[in-house]
């Protein structure tokens, strides 16, 4: 499931490089970002064996792990666009955090034309 969602949060925070993203919940990741900021999110729930559920509407973003991330910028909190690949938090267990580190879910996110991780 893929979604195009505008962050609605500015933290303030500088220099927050694009890849501490990755194992951070959802949440974080638009409370970061720009308000502007264009994200495009990838449900990668059938990789850990769960169904595609996130729905921007009805999910709970703190309940969401980012598990890939790419952006149009080297640090995440100057970022006008982003790709993130997300997991249900429940499923972020001790081996697939393993799998994340190794960068084996770089491949959920396809960063056209977002050469930042």
Known sequence: MTLMVTATACSGEPAVETGEAVGQPLSWVTETAPTDTEFL????SPRVGEP????LSTSDPTKWI????C????H?????AAEISIIPKSAYTASVKVEVADGEFRDAV?????THR
């Open 41 to 44: 999110i990838q449900d990668s």
């Open 52 to 55: 595609a559920s996130f729905s």
């Open 66 to 69: 980012v598990v890939a991330i």
């Open 71 to 74: 952006a149009d910028d080297p």
């Open 76 to 80: 995440l909190d100057n970022a006008g």
């Open 110 to 114: 396809t960063c056209e034309g977002l």
